[in-house]
Structures are given as structure tokens and as C-alpha cells.
């Protein structure tokens, strides 16, 4: 059985950084690729970003409201995924997950939700000062 765990939320300044963490139990992790989610009050889930399976050179793919300050990479030894969120504002402020995706090789991600199953409980992030 396939379960994922979100750890390394918090409260931060704007302008300050968190590094998630998402990890994995079970089998096929590294022909799996994993998204990061998130969902702030009041509005839908919506994609962060996706890092694809390593046998498949690990691709990333990043929404465009973070790309440039949010970093998705893997560690498969630990069998765990990691965002790394740089320069966050209040907009940032959500809870986010981790997701097993669907699809291995040079699949596309489109970073949308039926793209992915097993979901973490997720963890929450706070931006404000």
C-alpha cells in the first residue's frame, strides 16, 4: 500500500523560505512521479509543481504563480520528495500535499489532479508578518 506524508510546514515572513518535505512508503518509487498541491481558504486545490519519475530523468514542471521561486527535487534513496519555497508572500498561504502520479516515463504533466492518486493529509503553510 502506497501512503505519502507532507512534513515541514510553518509559519514565515513574507520574503522567507520553507522546505517540504513528502514521503513516500511503498513499493516503485522511483519510477513514480510525485506533485505538490496546494489549497488555500476559500478556494479549489490547484497545482504547484511535479517532478517527474527518475528513470525518466526526474523532468519538473512548476505552475506558473511560483515558478522561479519554488524548487520540486527528490531524494530516492529516502524515498522522499522535496519543494523548496523561496521568496514566499501571503498568496503562498495554503495547505499543501504531496500525490503519487498516475503516469511514469516521459509522460506531460499537466499538474492537475487527475493526473494522481494517494494523496498526503497535507501541511500548512502561513506567510504573514
Known amino acids: 500500500q502506497v501512503q505519502l506524508a507532507e512534513f515541514g510546514g510553518g509559519l514565515v515572513q513574507p520574503g522567507g523560505s520553507l522546505r517540504l518535505s513528502c514521503v513516500y512508503s511503498g513499493i516503485q518509487f522511483q519510477n513514480s512521479a510525485i506533485g505538490w498541491f496546494r489549497q488555500a481558504p476559500g478556494k479549489e486545490r490547484e497545482g504547484v509543481s511535479v517532478i517527474g519519475d527518475s528513470l525518466a530523468g526526474a523532468k519538473q514542471y512548476y505552475a506558473d504563480a511560483v515558478k522561479g521561486r519554488f524548487i520540486v527535487s527528490r531524494d530516492d534513496g529516502k524515498k522522499t520528495a522535496y519543494l523548496q519555497l523561496d521568496r514566499l508572500t501571503p498568496e503562498d498561504t495554503a495547505v499543501y500535499y504531496c500525490?503519487?502520479?498516475?503516469?511514469?516515463?516521459?509522460?506531460?504533466?499537466?499538474?492537475?489532479?487527475?493526473?494522481?492518486?494517494?494523496w498526503g493529509q497535507g501541511t500548512q503553510v502561513t506567510v504573514s508578518s
Open positions: 500525490a503519487r502520479g498516475l503516469y511514469s516515463g516521459h509522460y506531460d504533466y499537466r499538474i492537475v489532479e487527475d493526473e494522481f492518486k494517494f
